[in-house]
């Protein structure tokens, strides 16, 4: 009805109340109505921390994950990634991780792969690219449409805008935006984002990258068997 329903409800005679359940309803719908309203997908940023505020260690070998959480919170975090329509990572994530970014612990789809790598230097073996879900790479220079992979050329300085602009014209609602710590800053710098979910774990590394500062919002924690789950929602977005 465009809008216009329940004003011809009211119209013809029939009662209608509205407003039954609103804030659940708004809650179950929020990425329907953030991409909507606010022309952009709804933002979730996720990280796993030590407990004295590490994302890494400092001796963290390259090109293998270094686990944080426990086995039942990794097992979430892909119940998570099966949530949403997009996950995005920077290039350092792929390069110091080579993460698969999939649903492998949980029966679900998996999500789009978007990859900020302005420069273009992702390694060709990286999991990324192996064509397991659709993926997106935003670069600086190369745009071409190949059979597992898109490349989608940004201005450098435009990244996040840009990649923004590209999830809006292709629909994109949702987005968990899983690291590394630099890209979760950026968008925290912005004030581009509307939940964080952070599970902190009880192992000290005293040293390594640090996480990013926990941000003002409506914060709840719970305990998750061995970890702590921080959910701080966005109040000014």
């Not at 039954?20 to 709804?42: D, G, I, M, S």
């Not at 679900?108 to 064509?131: K, M, Q, T, W, Y």
Request: aromatic share 6%; proline share 3%.
């Amino acid at each position: 009805m465009a809008g216009r329903g329940i004003a011809a409800l009211k119209a013809a005679g029939v009662e209608v109340i509205s407003g039954v359940l609103e804030a659940a309803c708004l809650e179950l719908n929020k990425r329907f109505y953030c991409f909507h309203t606010k022309k952009r997908p709804y933002i979730i940023l996720k990280w796993a921390q030590t407990a004295d505020g590490y994302i890494a260690p400092e001796d963290d070998k390259k090109g293998e994950v270094f686990w944080i959480s426990d086995a039942n919170s990794q097992q979430l975090a892909h119940r998570w990634r099966a949530e949403e329509h997009a996950i995005l990572v920077g290039r350092k994530t792929v390069d110091n991780d080579n993460p698969q970014l999939t649903t492998r612990k949980w029966t679900g789809s998996n999500p789009i792969r978007l990859v900020i790598d302005p420069n273009n230097s992702i390694d060709e073996n990286a999991h990324i690219l192996n064509g397991a879900a659709k993926t997106v790479v935003f670069n600086n220079s190369i745009n071409k449409k190949e059979a597992n992979v898109n490349w989608v050329a940004i201005a450098k300085t435009e990244m996040v805008k840009g990649v923004m602009n590209w999830c809006a014209a292709n629909e994109i609602q949702s987005i968990m935006v899983e690291g590394g710590a630099a890209t979760i800053d950026g968008f925290l710098t912005i004030n581009l984002w509307d939940e964080c979910r952070v599970l902190e774990a009880g192992k000290l590394v005293g040293n390594g990258i640090k996480a990013p500062q926990l941000p003002e919002g409506k914060k709840a924690s719970k305990k998750i068997v061995g970890d702590i789950l921080h959910l701080i929602v966005n109040e000014r977005p």
